[in-house]
């Protein structure tokens, strides 16, 4: 059970991460719980899932819980392992907590409370209209497990390409999650198949949540494509996108000769 009218992603979510759980929940909307009332309750009613007044809860770095955060804390590692769950609540879970509990500019809780019935509507209906944005929410949310899964199954062989590395080139056998293995190691270039034929080179990014790449391709290489062969000297070199990160070629060899050679460019740069 949670409250009628008007709602927010917090309580779309929560009731989407419920039926994800067991999809023959039945979750109604009313503006109190009954006396007594033995079924799981959240965004209302005071209870272990309620997140206002007294209730208020905080995680150890200060971020406040909101009902979300609450039932992610508890059912999170049923869905998803410890540690994948601990990412996902920091990269996704706090952020909508955080709007829930202190507002601001938020594009996913705006894209939900989107659904809510307008002002003008004669037949606006906040039931059905609920309804519908935690089928969104359920979409959302099982394409992340389905991507935390993968990440998970990826971790062999990333690791095991790892050991192969030389130069601080990582090449992969298929385009797959990677990043939260290698930034952290001692890595600038992870080269794969492309899923529109060829390889792609990609540079490794400084942090998870940075733009910035540990060493980005050589400007004089950024926005070109038929250029780019009598630029480097290698064939087979497609495009640079113009921030540097991404590089496509047709082969792998040349793929690893590019990477090689922009680290020598940027040693080079340095030593100036």
């Known amino acids: 059970m949670t409250h009628g009218g008007r709602f927010h992603a917090d309580d779309v979510f929560s009731a989407a991460l419920l039926q994800i759980m067991n999809p023959g929940i039945r979750i109604v909307r009313r503006n109190q719980a009954p006396e007594g009332y033995e079924g799981l309750v959240f965004d209302l009613g005071d209870g272990a899932y309620d997140h206002h007044g007294e209730r208020a809860r905080f995680r150890e770095n200060g ?20 540690k994948e769950a601990e990412t996902f609540d920091k990269s996704f879970v706090q952020p909508l907590d955080q709007q829930d509990n202190y507002g601001g500019s938020n594009l996913l809780c705006r894209a939900i409370t989107q659904f809510n019935p307008k002002w003008d509507e004669e037949d606006g209906d906040f039931d059905r209209s609920f309804f519908r944005a935690v089928e969104i929410a359920k979409q959302i949310l099982e394409n992340e497990f389905k991507s935390m899964h993968s990440t998970e199954h990826a971790e062999k062989t990333v690791l095991e390409c790892l050991k192969k590395a030389q130069d601080g080139i990582v090449v992969l056998p298929k385009g797959m999650p990677w ?94």
Request: charge should be neutral.
């Open 63 to 82: 971020v406040r819980y909101a009902s979300f955060g609450l039932l992610w804390k508890e059912y999170g590692c049923l869905l998803v392992s410890e």
């Open 179 to 272: 990043k939260a293995l290698l930034i952290p190691e001692d890595v600038y270039y992870v080269v794969y198949p492309s899923a529109r034929g060829g390889y792609n080179a990609q540079a490794v990014p400084a942090a998870v949540d940075s733009q910035e790449c540990k060493m980005p391709f050589p400007e004089e290489w950024r926005g070109k494509r038929a250029e780019l062969d009598g630029l480097t000297g290698i064939r087979g070199l497609t495009f640079c996108h113009e921030h540097g990160y991404l590089l496509g070629t047709t082969e792998q060899e040349n793929a690893v000769r590019a990477c090689r050679m922009s680290l020598k460019i940027a040693g080079a740069a340095n030593l100036l």
